[in-house]
């Protein structure tokens, strides 16, 4: 590839991320003409319907049994090489599995998401998507937990998208991609603290008991709603002020 080419292809890139920054930091002015307040509001989630996720060598989480759309679990756990045997993998995996059956990701982010907004922009939640004023379109590009090796650090990963619809006239009116990646701790799996401290190894989180890593699963759903929440709060505050 030529010099010419390379900075071309580096200018397209620079217009691109220069173009999606701009949207994204003009996002709320499109929420500038409503207001929540009163008003019905409903919500869907998808997911990308991913197969079954196996590991350099050891671990295999299988499906939950619900659908393609609504199995968000099989992508949970990600683990790489180890030194761990088998045996004690296989211990882990059937208590990951049993955690996740009991788990309904998709359905948390999408009640918390309705939940907590509502308490911010006083609308009514409802479950009719077709009469609701407004739908959430919840859609979960990708989320779990992972780690480079049984000895290393766990970290929690998510990468959601929130748009706004007026469901009247299907206008898109708000748009966020919400990204996070950040150490487990052990609080977070015990008592949902977010703090970081106490970082888990890929190890100490498959010797937690089943019941554990529920606990761990759901808090890491409803932190999923909280930093959906969090994006869609500050945009409203600032169409708010543009609308003085």
């Avoid at 659908?67 to 208590?95: F, R, W």
């Avoid at 000895?151 to 299907?170: C, E, P, Q």
Wanted: charge should be positive; glycine fraction near 6%; include cysteine.
């Amino acid at each position: 590839m030529n010099k010419n080419m390379k900075k071309s292809i580096h200018l397209i890139i620079a217009v691109i991320v220069l173009i999606s920054m701009f949207a994204c930091s003009n996002a709320y002015k499109k929420l500038i003409p409503y207001t929540f307040n009163g008003k019905t509001v409903a919500a869907v989630v998808t997911s990308t319907p991913w197969g079954n996720v196996t590991t350099n060598s050891y671990f295999s989480i299988g499906s939950s049994g619900k659908s393609k759309s609504d199995d968000v679990l099989n992508t949970l756990i990600n683990i790489g090489t180890t030194v761990i045997n088998s045996i004690e993998a296989g211990k882990a995996q059937a208590k990951m599995d049993s955690a996740m059956k009991h788990v309904d990701v998709a359905g948390i982010i999408k009640s918390q998401t309705l939940k907590q907004g509502s308490n911010i922009l006083h609308y009514n939640p409802i479950n009719d998507t077709h009469t609701a004023d407004f739908l959430f379109s919840i859609t979960i590009n990708s989320y779990g937990i992972g780690a480079n090796s049984w000895a290393s650090s766990v970290n929690f990963n998510m990468d959601v998208t929130l748009k706004i619809y007026d469901n009247h006239t299907s206008t898109l009116i708000w748009k966020v991609n919400v990204t996070e990646s950040r150490p487990v701790s052990s609080s977070f799996f015990l008592t949902g603290t977010t703090a970081v401290g106490n970082v888990l190894t890929a190890l100490q989180l498959s010797q937690l008991t089943a019941d554990q890593m529920k606990t761990g699963f759901t808090h890491m759903a409803e932190f999923t709603a909280n930093e959906i929440i969090n994006k869609l709060q500050k945009d409203y505050a600032k169409s708010r002020d543009a609308k003085k």
